[in-house]
């Protein structure tokens, strides 16, 4: 680069270096768009450094009154000097010539009245080149002055290239610069074409405070600087969760930032810098940026979620990148974030927040805008979205309907007024229809109207799938066959509408041999569809008639669940539903002559700790315990859990020098537990986090694991002798789990150290405790059986193919010794497919050579009567909790009729080696229908496709019906050709 001369012809006597001259930097604060992070010089200094007047005339890079960076491709930092003043010579103290740190090859001085456009004014490399501390002294600290032109400006601003070596150290102790004489306007400089410029985007929230809501309190990122990290011109380029230049949040139901522009602004984009794909952190589901005039004013300008379809997914990996929001450029005072963590996560990380001058812009004040504190926000906003939402579904009614109506102008003015879409009632998880949906339902009447529809309309559908408000009919008869084992749970619905004008109270009776519950499908949260038909709410017969309310355009699912009694003779039986109106639909259920077995065989436990309530969600308590301990037997929950405050305390002290217990143990918390929970086959015991607390042996298994091993192993043959005397419980049904999700190394190391110890003990009958673990499976690692657990049960908490194919590998790696099971734990649970993520748990099982069952997290974890709107809390529960009563859901359905379905997918598996020996050719049909059952079930999993469109996209929810009914049309030819086969497998 070259400068015209005249710029440099005014280096006159007064730009020369004086010891006495005035430092225009002193003081001041660099902003640094690289933060400097090398660890000898970083502090909460740093942005002071550079002007502190302290000059080092050693190793500068050993001094926090420095600054210095690495590995990276150029650093640039600016100084604010408040004013445009006259600015001569410049000069930077740096050090250069050991351990491989190099002299910069460039560093460029920029000057300017604002950051957005700036001149070159000066390269202090380049007419520097006698500079060679290297060749001179290895411990060289040295001045490079500059040689530029005198400038009035108010920025100036350095840009740093680095060696070209490998480390690219550069280290800076202190800047100076003198006022300067014959100083050229900056705007001349700028006007000249033959002078390079620098411009950049300018950040209005540079500088700025940000308030937060809740404050951010994660670890790794919390400082005194967090109000202004967002807006400091510092982005990191790497995990930013590792850096305290960042802010996070963990476990939040949400997250507001808040910034104050200190006057109407036109504001034009508008960027945030975050990351996902790494440790458990996703993007959130909903991130709203809004604006306004006042702080608890404001319009939405996007969900930059929502309108960014293709950002980096989780399964990409680490990656940090910027999101730009798709918002039309106006007129604010107040910018505001929302973020909702994703649900699985609760996680959320920023690292800067970018906003730049905009164009042509509209006043906020012209523009819907909504009143209230962040919470209601959260509301105002999800309700928008469900307008959104409904408008979406209303079109695809029309083009269904073969209307030529439009509903654009029904969703503006619903949109527009914030009345429209104010609830009747936010104290629980049932949701009616808000006033806009009833304008959406009169529109959707309209629409049944013109397809020909009158009055009820009736027609079928699978349970599994998604059910909306504004479902609209298709021409699938109500009428189904259910082909069905005595014993065995089945389940199918009758999907309703109201064509008429006015509001309809549906009346039918139910006419069945045997007990059929009946149930409507309520609507409840969900991210995707905002409201889904989920929960359960029985329908009581009132003089044999069965009753609802439809209002006009409104559809509704009715939920119809039959458990075949055992004593049912093979035939066929008719489920007979009458409606008022004269409508009539039928279930056939063809019985055949086996019975289905009393226990499943797939395991079923939650981690629910009902001897600890309050631990989770205090929603169970003493008014309503019996009535879960009912459920927990009608769902066939045969493994109970408790909390680890049943285990007995150990202290040093209860132990001899060889380890052995010689103090008694305080099993009242133990014998309370399984008093209380008496009847389950099998029982577990959780250490959580107090663990070490509760389990104090003086010795550390990771450092002293032999110590350690003695006194856990005679600890817990204490514990076996109890139980197995004083409960009469069989040890070897009683399991263990103390080290959860181990994910690291030195965890998997501890948690094999613990189960070592586990199986080493022994009861006095001579059983053991089943030890127990759910360790992370990471792909990169070599697959590693755990031979040390007798039960190994990871999370497939995305159903990818691959990693479920995975598990698969682990478990045949244990060639049969021990047994695999899985387990379901995420947030949000009831926004979760109920076929997908809860009846395809059990399904996978067939793809182990030893399953043994599910475990779920939970069915305690959520509050009563919960609001899922705005509660601050972690929903895992697929129960609902009303008062005392409880309200089960189609996902609870979904694991029981999953547990069934492997039922029956086991019975075929262990049919074939018998039948090959009776009836080679039914073998060979059994192998084939077996091998194509297990392809279904992957071929379900998505192959490669990413979480989000597991739940999301059209998905056949009868696979798991037809599996099922292909293997009941076998059994029965099994039956008649050799049913003594069959009392052999447990089915009679």
């Known amino acids: 680069m070259k400068l015209k001369t005249f710029l440099f012809s005014g280096l006159a006597a007064g730009l020369m270096f004086s010891a006495e001259a005035e430092n225009l930097l002193a003081g001041k604060v660099a902003v640094y768009e690289q933060k400097p992070l090398y660890r000898l010089t970083t502090d909460a200094n740093d942005p002071k450094d550079l002007t502190d007047g302290k000059i080092q005339n050693w190793l500068i890079w050993n001094y926090k009154s420095s600054v210095g960076w690495t590995r990276g491709k150029s650093y640039s930092f600016y100084f604010d000097l408040g004013e445009a003043k006259p600015i001569g010579k410049i000069r930077l103290h740096t050090s250069a010539g050991r351990s491989g740190v190099k002299m910069p090859q460039a560093i460029h001085v920029y000057a300017g009245d604002t950051l957005a456009e700036m001149a070159l004014i000066d390269e202090m490399i380049k007419p520097n080149k006698h500079l060679n501390p290297e060749a001179k002294n290895a411990k060289t600290t040295f001045w490079i002055e500059g040689k530029g032109c005198p400038v009035i400006a108010r920025y100036l601003k350095f840009v740093v290239t680095p060696s070209a070596t490998k480390d690219a150290y550069f280290f800076v102790d202190e800047i100076t610069a003198e006022p300067g004489e014959h100083a050229v306007p900056v705007k001349k400089l700028l006007e000249n074409k033959n002078i390079p410029t620098l411009k950049q985007d300018v950040n209005l929230l540079a500088g700025k405070v940000a308030l937060y809501d809740p404050i951010p309190r994660y670890g790794l990122t919390t400082d005194a600087n967090d109000p202004k990290d967002l807006t400091d011109g510092h982005t990191n380029t790497w995990q930013i969760h590792f ?38 952190v996703h993007l959130p589901e909903e991130l709203l940026v809004m604006a306004g005039n006042s702080p608890d004013e404001f319009t939405i300008l996007d969900d930059m979620i929502a309108s960014n379809p293709n950002l980096p997914t989780y399964e990409e990996g680490p990656k940090v990148f910027w999101v730009a929001a798709k918002n039309k450029h106006v007129r604010a005072r107040y910018l505001k974030f929302i973020a909702a963590p994703h649900k699985d996560s609760t996680f959320f990380f920023v690292d800067e927040v970018y906003v730049s001058p905009g164009k042509n812009c509209v006043s906020v004040n012209d523009l819907p805008r909504f009143k209230g504190t962040t919470k209601e926000f959260i509301k105002y906003s999800k309700f928008q979205t469900r307008i959104k939402n409904d408008a979406a579904m209303i079109r695809e009614n029309i083009r269904l309907s073969g209307s030529k109506r439009s509903v654009d102008a029904l969703e503006m003015q619903l949109r527009k007024d914030p009345a429209s879409v104010k609830q009747f009632d936010l104290k629980n998880s049932e949701f009616p229809l808000n006033p806009a949906q009833i304008k959406f339902a009169e529109f959707q009447q309209k629409l049944l109207a013109e397809a020909g529809y009158r009055g009820l309309v009736l027609w079928g559908g699978n349970r599994w799938d998604m059910f909306h408000s504004f479902q609209f009919p298709t021409k699938q008869s109500a009428n189904t066959t259910l082909k069905m084992t005595p014993g065995e749970t089945r389940s199918f619905v009758v999907n309703t509408a109201n064509a008429n004008t006015g509001k309809m109270m549906v009346k039918f009776s139910v006419s069945a041999p045997f007990p059929v519950e009946v149930n409507e499908t309520k609507t409840s949260v969900d991210s995707n569809n905002f409201f889904n038909a989920n929960r ?32 049912t003779k093979a035939g066929t039986y008719p489920v007979t539903i009458k409606f008022a109106d004269g409508k009539v639909v039928t279930a056939k259920v063809q019985a055949n002559a086996l019975k289905f077995p009393t226990s499943l065989t797939a395991e079923y436990g939650t981690w629910d700790y009902l001897n600890n309530f309050g631990c989770h969600g205090n929603a169970v308590f003493a008014n309503n315990f019996k009535r879960v301990l009912s459920l927990m037997r009608d769902y066939q929950m045969d493994l109970c859990w408790g909390h680890e405050i049943a285990l007995p305390f150990a202290r040093p002290d209860m132990f001899d020098a060889n380890g052995k217990l010689v103090k008694p143990l305080d099993f009242t918390k133990l014998d309370q537990w399984l008093n209380q929970m008496k009847g389950f086959k099998r029982y577990a015991l959780f250490g959580g986090g107090g663990l070490n607390k509760r389990l104090n042996f003086g010795y550390l298994p990771e450092k002293n694991p032999e110590e350690f091993t003695k006194r856990l192993v005679s600890y817990l043959n204490a514990l076996a002798a109890h139980i197995e005397t004083v409960h009469k419980l069989p040890v070897d049904q009683f399991r263990l789990h103390f080290v959860d999700e181990a994910s690291t190394p030195a965890q998997k190391a501890l948690l094999r150290t613990w189960c070592n110890a586990t199986t080493k003990a022994i009861s006095p009958s001579g059983k053991k405790f089943y030890s127990y673990g759910n360790p992370f499976f990471n792909p990169k690692e070599e697959i590693y059986p755990y031979p040390e657990l007798n039960i190994i049960q990871p999370n497939p908490g995305s159903y990818k193919r691959a990693l479920v194919e995975t598990f698969v590998k682990a478990d045949q790696k244990r060639n049969g010794k021990g047994f695999t099971g899985l387990y379901v734990c995420a947030n949000r649970v009831r926004q979760r497919d109920p076929y997908m993520y809860f009846g395809m748990i059990s399904r996978l099982g067939i793809l182990f050579d030893n399953f043994i069952g599910i475990g779920f997290w939970n069915i305690a974890c959520a509050a009563n009567d919960v609001c899922e709107l705005d509660y601050s809390g972690r929903t895992f529960s697929t129960w609902y909790f009303s008062g005392n009563e409880i309200f089960v859901s189609r996902q609870a359905e979904a694991i029981l009729e999953g547990r069934e379905d492997f039922e029956y997918m086991l019975l075929l598996k262990k049919l074939i080696p018998a039948l090959k020996k009776s009836n080679p050719a039914l073998a060979a049909e059994g192998e084939k229908l077996l091998a194509s059952i297990k392809a279904e079930i992957l071929s379900e999993l998505g192959g490669s496709k990413d979480e989000k469109s597991l739940w999301i996209e059209n998905k056949d929810c009868a696979v798991a019906d037809r599996q099922r009914d292909r293997i009941w049309n076998f059994l029965e030819k099994v039956s008649r050709s050799n049913p003594a086969i069959l009392k052999q497998t447990g089915w009679k």
Not at 248 to 261: K, Q, R
Not at 537 to 565: H, T
């Open 536 to 567: 359960l709410q029985p329908l009581k017969a009132q003089g044999g008639q069965y009753q609802f309310d439809l209002l006009p355009g409104e559809s509704s699912q009715i939920f119809f669940r039959i458990v075949l009694p055992r004593n």
């Open 243 to 280: 850096y305290k230049s960042s802010v996070g949040w963990y476990g939040e139901f949400y997250v507001s930032i808040l910034f104050d522009l200190g006057k109407e602004t036109d504001i034009g984009e508008i960027r945030l810098h975050t990351s996902q794909g790494h440790g458990g």
